[in-house]
């Protein structure tokens, strides 16, 4: 089974852009949606967090408005998290993948907005950065319920910038220039890394196939 990362910043399209790896096959595995399991009730992770964080557990679950509160009065706070959210993570995106692998899966797509940031291209066969210009993303994320511009931008300098996932990345697609051009660009891709013989490429791509197609 081939495993494409795909990561993006804010903004840009990843979720649209997995539902179209989805309608070709491919199996999605969403790292917030594995996240937002260990915060409910009953998930793995809520009471580990209880005791990091003590106030920010309620009815349960883990309250995400508190959960930000406490991060935003500590600089350690973020790397705290991270190591007991990242290893239940992990243990979970295994074990889906065994049973898609147990069950013929030619192809699964991991939607990791943190890919870079937490190692995880060196764990798949190849990786798809999902990127659009600066002011189209500017203009999707302030469009967002409750989104500010300070927020937004305290959320950009916890991630690694667009231009350098799209140096290290082996494919990009430009959700900027509309849909259809995106599902040409997917399916192209699943054709790429589908053909017989394909391997992991070396991660040294020409400037041209760093720049959205």
């Known amino acids: 089974m ?3 990362g795909l990561t993006g910043s804010i903004g840009m399209g990843k979720s649209t852009t997995t539902a179209m790896f989805a309608e ?3 199996v999605v595995w969403n790292a917030d949606d594995a996240v937002h399991a ?15 964080f003590p106030g920010v557990v ?21 790397k705290q998290l991270e190591a007991i959210v990242h290893p239940l993570v992990a243990s979970g995106r295994a074990a889906d993948l065994d049973v898609a692998r147990t069950n013929g899966a030619k192809l699964a797509v991991l939607d990791i907005p943190l890919l870079f940031e937490t190692g995880g291209d060196k ?4 990786v798809v950065v999902v990127s659009a210009d600066h002011e ?10 409750g989104m500010t511009v300070e927020r937004f931008e305290a959320i950009l300098a916890r991630q690694t910038p667009d231009d350098e996932k799209r140096r290290r990345a082996d494919f990009v697609i430009d959700t900027g220039r509309g849909l259809d051009a995106a599902r040409a660009r997917v399916a192209e ?10 391997k992991r490429p070396v991660r040294t791509l020409s400037p041209a196939d760093k720049r959205p197609h």
């Not at 883990?62 to 973020?78: H, I, M, N, P, W």
């Not at 189209?136 to 319920?145: D, E, F, K, M």
């Open 2 to 4: 081939i495993l494409l």
């Open 24 to 26: 070709l096959g491919a």
């Open 38 to 52: 260990l915060y409910a009730e009953g998930g793995a992770a809520v009471e580990p967090i209880r005791k990091a």
């Open 58 to 78: 309620v009815d349960g679950a883990v309250d995400r408005t508190r959960l930000a509160e406490a991060l935003g009065r500590d600089d350690t706070a973020f």
């Open 123 to 126: 764990a798949v066969d190849a």
């Open 136 to 145: 189209t993303q500017r203009s999707r994320v302030l469009a967002r319920p």
């Open 189 to 198: 891709i699943v054709g790429i890394v589908l053909a017989p013989g394909w």
